[in-house]
């Protein structure tokens, strides 16, 4: 099912923008920014041709490239500097980062380096302070949230890295920060004068994974939503919840009342998972292992088909272990989204699906530049209930089998 089928009773843009949108791309992700910049193109010559849009001819509404020319420069000391090529004065600029981009390296005295989220992160703030005091209005869209789980302190003795980061970007003169799906909402109360935008992945992750696995059946009989464990449980919630759909959930239970991995085990909750395809729910990947925990759990009690949602995935042990456990039959998909950067080699992957997420950010500073609420765009609710209902009249009218044929031969 395409976007265009949903959330239809989101509001055109009618207010007048606030600048001529500008766009920095951070890091490696310059194709995802390219699609981006390409996208909002797009949008704009289609309405700009409309009679009644009032800013068509306003200057730099409609543009072909919406990127600036830049450059991040890199001393053998592994110091740097950013330099700008084109001034930013009276612009409302977009600054696209990716922390978690690990495919570049620099080269040092001693040798070459990867660089890490830490200077990402610096290569951020030294963007930020070029664009300080001379762009109209200065938003980030950083998908991964830089320390976005070191959102609360387990001791005093432990660095507060997510607060001072946010509390940075606000001292930088940063209006909008864009994050999706961050593991802990409540980092914003750290920056109570910055706005901060959370939009949700789910919708856009549930109908690429249906359109491509037509055979997934959206009712209790045939599909269950599991949480690897109880701290994740409300996003696997959101999904049984807007899906109409049963949830099940891992909780852990320690042996000989004593704390410690060794004395820890996962107990299944809910209901059988005989014969039923199962939604796995996560906020991220990271080496797999509790994705591969709770699939040969789920696998072994007789499930279906386990497909793994996860907004973000790192692989940081590599791919060999997911290519094992899929030969062996313990999972059917990993389903994640490509706002940060996969290497070529995980996308020739059978297993691995990605949902296209360039439409969606291309429309959220469409929006944000003309000052329009937001609220509708970035909530899944309404559209994810919209996907489950038009899916049940699929199946209903039939025409299920034939999206199943259709998207297996693809």
């Known amino acids: 099912m395409s976007d265009s089928n949903v959330n239809k009773e989101y509001k055109p843009i009618t207010l007048a923008p606030f600048g001529p949108i500008g766009i920095i791309a951070h890091t490696s992700n310059k194709g995802f920014v390219k699609r981006i910049s390409d996208d909002l193109s797009e949008r704009r010559k289609r309405r700009a041709q409309r009679p009644d849009n009032l800013y068509a001819t306003d200057p730099g509404y409609s543009r072909e490239n919406y990127i600036f020319d830049s450059e991040l420069i890199r001393f053998q000391t592994g110091e740097g500097k950013f330099s700008i090529g084109e001034s930013v004065r009276g612009h409302d600029i977009f600054v696209i980062t990716d922390v978690l981009s690990h495919n570049i390296e620099m080269e040092l005295?001693?040798?070459?380096?990867?660089?890490?989220?830490?200077?990402q992160y610096m290569d951020l703030l030294r963007i930020l302070s070029?664009?300080?005091?001379?762009?109209?209005?200065?938003?980030?869209?950083?998908?991964?949230?830089?320390?976005?789980?070191?959102?609360?302190?387990?001791?005093?003795?432990?660095?507060?890295?997510?607060?001072?980061?946010?509390?940075?970007?606000?001292?930088?003169?940063?209006?909008?920060?864009i994050i999706f799906d961050p593991h802990d909402s409540r980092i914003e109360n750290a920056v109570p004068l910055m706005s901060i935008e959370m939009p949700r992945c789910q919708f856009k992750m549930t109908?690429?994974?249906?359109?491509?696995?037509?055979?997934?059946?959206?009712d209790k009989e045939h599909t269950l939503v599991v949480s690897p464990d109880e701290t994740g449980v409300s996003r696997a919630i959101f999904y049984a919840s807007n899906l109409n759909l049963p949830l099940s959930l891992f909780y852990r239970k320690y042996t000989n009342g004593k704390s410690g991995e060794e004395n820890r085990k996962f107990e299944y909750l809910g209901d059988d998972v005989r014969g039923k395809d199962i939604l796995l729910i996560d906020d991220m990947i990271n080496s797999g292992n509790t994705m591969f925990r709770?699939?040969?759990?789920?696998?072994?009690?007789?499930?279906?088909d386990i497909y793994c949602l996860a907004p973000f995935a790192l692989f940081t042990n590599g791919l060999e272990e997911f290519d094992k456990k899929y030969a062996e039959g313990i999972f059917k998909c990993v389903c994640t989204t490509n706002l940060i950067y996969a290497p070529e080699e995980l996308k020739s992957r059978e297993w691995?699906?990605?949902?296209?997420?360039?439409?969606y950010v291309a429309r959220i500073i469409?929006?944000?530049?003309?000052?329009?609420?937001?609220?509708?765009l970035i909530n899944s609710t309404s559209r994810l209930k919209d996907l489950a209902s038009q899916m049940r009249i699929d199946e209903f009218l039939g025409d299920g089998n034939n999206n199943e044929n259709k998207n297996e031969n693809q």
């Open 109 to 119: 005295h001693e040798g070459s380096h990867v660089i890490s989220p830490d200077d």
């Open 130 to 177: 070029v664009l300080k005091g001379k762009a109209k209005r200065v938003n980030v869209i950083m998908p991964f949230v830089y320390e976005g789980r070191r959102e609360k302190l387990d001791s005093h003795r432990e660095s507060y890295d997510c607060a001072d980061m946010l509390k940075k970007l606000y001292k930088l003169g940063v209006s909008n920060l």
């Open 207 to 218: 109908s690429t994974l249906l359109n491509k696995f037509g055979s997934i059946i959206l």
């Open 294 to 304: 709770t699939a040969e759990q789920l696998h072994d009690a007789g499930a279906k």
């Open 352 to 359: 691995y699906l990605d949902a296209d997420m360039v439409p």
């Open 366 to 376: 469409d929006a944000l530049n003309a000052d329009e609420s937001i609220f509708d």
